[in-house]
Protein backbone atom coordinates (compact mmCIF):
# COMPACT_ATOMS: atom_id res chain seq x y z
CA UNK A 1 0.00 0.00 0.00
CA UNK A 2 1.18 3.34 -0.91
CA UNK A 3 -0.93 5.45 0.21
CA UNK A 4 -0.80 8.87 1.87
CA UNK A 5 -3.89 10.18 2.91
CA UNK A 6 -5.28 13.29 4.25
CA UNK A 7 -7.79 15.09 5.87
CA UNK A 8 -9.80 17.05 5.25
CA UNK A 9 -10.08 16.94 1.84
CA UNK A 10 -11.63 20.43 2.25
CA UNK A 11 -11.73 23.21 4.83
CA UNK A 12 -13.24 26.16 5.28
CA UNK A 13 -11.80 28.74 8.58
CA UNK A 14 -12.81 32.51 9.24
CA UNK A 15 -8.90 34.74 9.72
CA UNK A 16 -7.87 34.47 12.87
CA UNK A 17 -8.90 31.13 13.78
CA UNK A 18 -6.78 27.68 14.13
CA UNK A 19 -6.45 25.38 11.15
CA UNK A 20 -5.39 21.55 11.64
CA UNK A 21 -4.62 19.75 9.07
CA UNK A 22 -3.76 15.70 9.48
CA UNK A 23 -1.80 13.68 7.18
CA UNK A 24 -1.08 9.67 7.40
CA UNK A 25 0.94 7.02 5.60
CA UNK A 26 1.55 2.54 6.24
CA UNK A 27 4.53 2.99 4.38
CA UNK A 28 7.21 3.34 7.35
CA UNK A 29 8.98 6.23 5.75
CA UNK A 30 11.32 8.20 7.61
CA UNK A 31 10.24 11.59 6.16
CA UNK A 32 7.28 13.42 6.00
CA UNK A 33 6.49 16.52 4.26
CA UNK A 34 4.09 19.57 4.09
CA UNK A 35 3.79 21.17 0.88
CA UNK A 36 1.65 24.25 0.32
CA UNK A 37 0.26 24.47 -3.54
CA UNK A 38 -1.01 28.06 -5.08
CA UNK A 39 -2.67 28.15 -7.95
CA UNK A 40 0.15 29.06 -10.86
CA UNK A 41 2.59 28.59 -8.22
CA UNK A 42 5.14 25.72 -7.95
CA UNK A 43 4.34 23.42 -4.42
CA UNK A 44 6.70 24.93 -2.07
CA UNK A 45 7.92 23.26 0.95
CA UNK A 46 6.85 24.12 4.31
CA UNK A 47 8.20 22.06 6.68
CA UNK A 48 9.02 18.05 7.18
CA UNK A 49 10.06 15.52 9.46
CA UNK A 50 12.77 13.38 9.28
CA UNK A 51 12.18 10.72 11.92
CA UNK A 52 11.13 13.20 15.36
CA UNK A 53 13.69 15.70 13.91
CA UNK A 54 11.58 19.19 12.46
CA UNK A 55 13.05 20.84 9.81
CA UNK A 56 11.13 24.29 8.77
CA UNK A 57 12.01 26.39 5.83
CA UNK A 58 12.82 30.01 7.44
CA UNK A 59 10.78 32.09 5.43
CA UNK A 60 7.53 30.25 6.85
CA UNK A 61 9.11 28.93 10.71
CA UNK A 62 7.24 31.66 12.41
CA UNK A 63 3.48 30.54 10.16
CA UNK A 64 3.33 26.53 10.47
CA UNK A 65 3.67 24.31 13.07
CA UNK A 66 3.71 20.88 12.95
CA UNK A 67 4.02 17.65 15.50
CA UNK A 68 4.62 13.82 14.41
CA UNK A 69 3.05 11.66 17.44
CA UNK A 70 4.30 8.25 15.61
CA UNK A 71 5.64 7.42 12.30
CA UNK A 72 2.61 6.99 10.43
CA UNK A 73 1.21 10.87 11.42
CA UNK A 74 2.03 14.12 10.61
CA UNK A 75 -0.22 17.46 11.34
CA UNK A 76 0.51 21.08 10.13
CA UNK A 77 -0.76 23.36 12.35
CA UNK A 78 -1.74 27.18 11.79
CA UNK A 79 -2.87 29.06 14.71
CA UNK A 80 -3.97 32.22 13.31
CA UNK A 81 -5.10 32.06 9.73
CA UNK A 82 -5.05 34.63 7.59
CA UNK A 83 -6.44 35.28 3.98
CA UNK A 84 -3.01 34.36 2.49
CA UNK A 85 -3.46 30.69 4.22
CA UNK A 86 -5.90 29.91 1.08
CA UNK A 87 -4.01 27.32 -0.70
CA UNK A 88 -4.03 23.54 -1.27
CA UNK A 89 -1.71 21.88 1.34
CA UNK A 90 0.22 18.86 0.17
CA UNK A 91 1.82 16.12 2.56
CA UNK A 92 4.23 13.48 1.17
CA UNK A 93 6.27 10.58 2.61
CA UNK A 94 9.63 9.13 1.69
CA UNK A 95 12.12 6.48 2.82
CA UNK A 96 14.89 9.31 1.85
CA UNK A 97 17.00 10.36 4.35
CA UNK A 98 20.80 9.97 3.49
CA UNK A 99 22.28 12.16 0.49
CA UNK A 100 18.94 11.76 -1.83
CA UNK A 101 15.08 12.57 -0.83
CA UNK A 102 14.23 9.74 -2.35
CA UNK A 103 10.65 8.85 -4.35
CA UNK A 104 8.18 11.10 -2.83
CA UNK A 105 4.72 9.83 -2.31
CA UNK A 106 1.74 12.34 -2.36
CA UNK A 107 -1.22 12.88 -0.85
CA UNK A 108 -4.17 14.25 -2.34
CA UNK A 109 -4.43 17.10 -0.38
CA UNK A 110 -6.34 19.16 2.10
CA UNK A 111 -8.06 22.31 0.16
CA UNK A 112 -7.97 25.68 2.87
CA UNK A 113 -9.92 28.18 2.13
CA UNK A 114 -9.98 31.33 4.67
CA UNK A 115 -12.59 33.62 5.12
CA UNK B 1 18.78 28.85 -3.83
CA UNK B 2 17.61 25.97 -6.60
CA UNK B 3 15.32 27.39 -9.24
CA UNK B 4 13.25 24.92 -11.61
CA UNK B 5 12.39 26.32 -14.70
CA UNK B 6 9.92 24.45 -17.21
CA UNK B 7 8.48 24.84 -20.79
CA UNK B 8 6.67 25.00 -22.25
CA UNK B 9 3.75 26.19 -19.75
CA UNK B 10 1.05 24.89 -21.33
CA UNK B 11 0.64 22.85 -24.41
CA UNK B 12 -2.34 21.28 -26.79
CA UNK B 13 -2.01 17.92 -28.72
CA UNK B 14 -4.15 15.73 -30.66
CA UNK B 15 -4.50 12.50 -29.80
CA UNK B 16 -1.23 10.33 -31.27
CA UNK B 17 0.83 12.90 -31.49
CA UNK B 18 4.49 13.50 -29.36
CA UNK B 19 5.44 16.15 -27.15
CA UNK B 20 8.47 17.32 -25.31
CA UNK B 21 8.77 18.64 -22.25
CA UNK B 22 11.40 20.72 -20.95
CA UNK B 23 12.72 21.06 -17.73
CA UNK B 24 15.86 23.29 -16.85
CA UNK B 25 17.89 23.68 -13.47
CA UNK B 26 20.13 26.38 -11.71
CA UNK B 27 22.47 24.07 -9.32
CA UNK B 28 23.64 20.28 -9.63
CA UNK B 29 20.53 17.97 -9.08
CA UNK B 30 21.44 14.41 -7.11
CA UNK B 31 18.04 13.55 -7.92
CA UNK B 32 15.22 14.43 -10.49
CA UNK B 33 11.86 13.62 -10.60
CA UNK B 34 8.98 14.05 -13.14
CA UNK B 35 5.73 14.42 -11.52
CA UNK B 36 1.99 14.24 -13.14
CA UNK B 37 -1.33 15.41 -11.62
CA UNK B 38 -4.68 14.67 -13.20
CA UNK B 39 -6.79 17.55 -12.89
CA UNK B 40 -8.37 17.55 -9.39
CA UNK B 41 -5.88 14.38 -8.32
CA UNK B 42 -2.66 14.35 -6.42
CA UNK B 43 0.90 14.37 -7.57
CA UNK B 44 2.13 10.86 -8.88
CA UNK B 45 5.55 10.36 -9.62
CA UNK B 46 6.37 9.19 -13.35
CA UNK B 47 9.78 8.63 -13.33
CA UNK B 48 13.10 9.04 -11.21
CA UNK B 49 16.36 10.56 -13.75
CA UNK B 50 19.18 12.31 -12.17
CA UNK B 51 21.05 11.61 -15.55
CA UNK B 52 20.84 9.25 -18.89
CA UNK B 53 17.82 8.16 -20.37
CA UNK B 54 15.03 6.08 -18.91
CA UNK B 55 11.32 4.68 -19.79
CA UNK B 56 8.72 3.74 -18.54
CA UNK B 57 5.61 2.75 -21.14
CA UNK B 58 5.34 5.74 -23.85
CA UNK B 59 7.87 8.25 -21.66
CA UNK B 60 10.96 8.95 -22.23
CA UNK B 61 13.39 11.23 -19.59
CA UNK B 62 16.91 12.56 -21.03
CA UNK B 63 18.68 14.22 -18.41
CA UNK B 64 21.75 15.73 -19.56
CA UNK B 65 23.19 16.57 -15.62
CA UNK B 66 26.41 18.90 -17.01
CA UNK B 67 23.79 21.18 -19.31
CA UNK B 68 21.30 21.04 -16.26
CA UNK B 69 18.02 19.94 -18.04
CA UNK B 70 16.19 17.11 -18.52
CA UNK B 71 13.64 16.25 -21.11
CA UNK B 72 9.55 14.43 -21.19
CA UNK B 73 9.18 12.82 -24.21
CA UNK B 74 5.81 11.51 -24.70
CA UNK B 75 5.02 9.46 -27.48
CA UNK B 76 1.31 8.53 -28.90
CA UNK B 77 -0.42 11.06 -26.73
CA UNK B 78 -3.42 9.97 -25.31
CA UNK B 79 -6.61 12.42 -23.87
CA UNK B 80 -5.92 10.25 -20.32
CA UNK B 81 -2.20 12.05 -20.94
CA UNK B 82 -3.89 15.33 -19.74
CA UNK B 83 -2.98 17.23 -16.66
CA UNK B 84 -0.07 19.26 -15.35
CA UNK B 85 3.67 17.79 -15.65
CA UNK B 86 5.90 19.03 -12.91
CA UNK B 87 9.92 18.74 -12.64
CA UNK B 88 11.07 18.81 -9.25
CA UNK B 89 15.07 18.69 -8.21
CA UNK B 90 16.62 17.65 -4.62
CA UNK B 91 17.68 19.98 -2.63
CA UNK B 92 21.07 19.72 -0.51
CA UNK B 93 20.81 16.57 1.39
CA UNK B 94 16.94 14.93 1.69
CA UNK B 95 15.92 18.47 2.45
CA UNK B 96 13.04 17.88 -0.16
CA UNK B 97 12.19 18.54 -3.52
CA UNK B 98 12.66 21.97 -5.54
CA UNK B 99 9.73 21.89 -7.78
CA UNK B 100 8.99 23.84 -11.14
CA UNK B 101 5.67 25.61 -12.18
CA UNK B 102 4.59 22.78 -14.28
CA UNK B 103 3.54 22.06 -18.04
CA UNK B 104 0.08 21.86 -18.18
CA UNK B 105 -0.42 19.06 -21.31
CA UNK B 106 -3.96 19.35 -23.08
CA UNK B 107 -4.99 16.51 -25.90
CA UNK B 108 -7.78 16.07 -27.93
CA UNK B 109 -9.47 13.48 -29.66
Known amino acids: DTTVKQNPRYKLARVGKPVNLICSQT?????MYWYQKKPNQAPKLLLF???????READTFEKFQSSRPNNSFCSLYIGSAGLEYSAMYLC??????????????FGEGSKLTVL | GQQVQQSPSSLVLQEGENAELQCNFS?????LQWFYQSPGGSLVSLLS???GTKHTGRLTSTTVTKERRSSLHISSSQTTDSGTYLC???????????FGLGTRVSVFP
Open chain 1, 92 to 105: ASSSGGGANTGQLY
Open chain 1, 27 to 31: MNHDT
Open chain 1, 49 to 55: YYDKILN
Open chain 2, 27 to 31: STATQ
Open chain 2, 49 to 51: NPS
Open chain 2, 88 to 98: AIDRNYAQGLT
